[in-house]
């Protein structure tokens, strides 16, 4: 029988090697551990139990949390098909808003491409690339928010960027999360991101929740929202129309791309 720290040194392989590859498959985890499926599967159980990872179909996600994030370019680099998706749906939501909050992410980036060419308006973000692929267009004025820039997500936070979002009225704002919780609500994992976040949505007349279907059931560190608070939630045809459901009945339509 293992020692509870051989399991533990386990755990922290499957842990390392979901936050290094972003999702871990039991069939691939079973014989590069040298263990039995079943076993993966109850380690699996205990690091979701943890909250540091999330179970999905086959294996399970790495969850961000306070100590641990994913930069900008491996975002960029998975779940892309749904992230596509998501942005469309989520751009198609414009209507007539004429001022435009674009958080910061990979997501958000999409969106902005989506967004771009569709007539005039003002687009409000932290994010240095969208900021940097809107300007570009002649028929957008682009507001940056001044503050520290973080450099996994390069978006900017702290009491410069609330401040200035503080002076404005938007019309639509376009929100991104870590986690999606029906119990815990919306979630991201820097105390300063969700400031810039909340406060971003207090200034919103409307607001728009996006997210793939990996951030649904994840819970980081700090609430920032209720599911609520948003007039819709977009995310992919991954998350099941049951669990879409389930987590419409805690207050917002959810559109699955």
């Known amino acids: 029988m293992l020692s509870p720290m051989e399991v533990e040194a386990r755990h922290d392989l499957i842990l390392a090697r979901a936050r290094a590859e972003g999702k871990v498959s039991v069939t691939d985890l079973a014989p590069a551990l040298g263990v039995a499926v079943e076993t993966v599967r109850r380690d699996l159980k205990v690091l979701a139990d943890r909250g540091v990872v999330k179970r999905v179909y086959g294996g399970a996600v790495a969850v961000e949390s306070a100590g641990f994030e994913t930069d900008l370019d491996f975002r960029a680099a998975v779940d892309v098909d749904e992230k596509h998706r998501v942005a469309v749906a989520a751009a198609q939501r414009r209507h007539s808003a004429e001022t435009v909050y674009i958080d ?110 990996t951030k649904f059931g994840a819970v980081s560190l700090c609430r920032f929202a209720d599911l609520r608070d948003f007039e819709v939630v977009v995310t992919g045809v991954e998350l099941s129309a049951a669990d879409a459901h389930r987590y419409a009945a805690r207050g917002a339509p959810v559109i699955r791309a």
């Open 104 to 213: 910061e992410g990979a997501t958000p980036q999409f969106i902005a491409e989506e967004l771009a060419g569709t007539g005039p308006m003002t687009v409000v973000t932290p994010s240095l690339p969208v900021a940097m692929r809107l300007s570009a267009e002649p028929d957008l004025t682009v507001l940056l928010l001044g503050g520290r820039v973080r450099g996994r997500t390069q978006g900017t936070v702290d009491h410069w960027a609330v401040r200035m979002l503080e002076d404005l009225a938007i019309d639509l704002a376009y929100i991104g999360a870590n986690g999606i919780s029906r119990d815990r609500g919306v979630t991201t994992q820097d105390p300063a991101v969700a400031a810039v976040k909340s406060t971003a949505m207090a200034r919103s007349r409307r607001r728009i929740l996006f997210g793939a279907h």
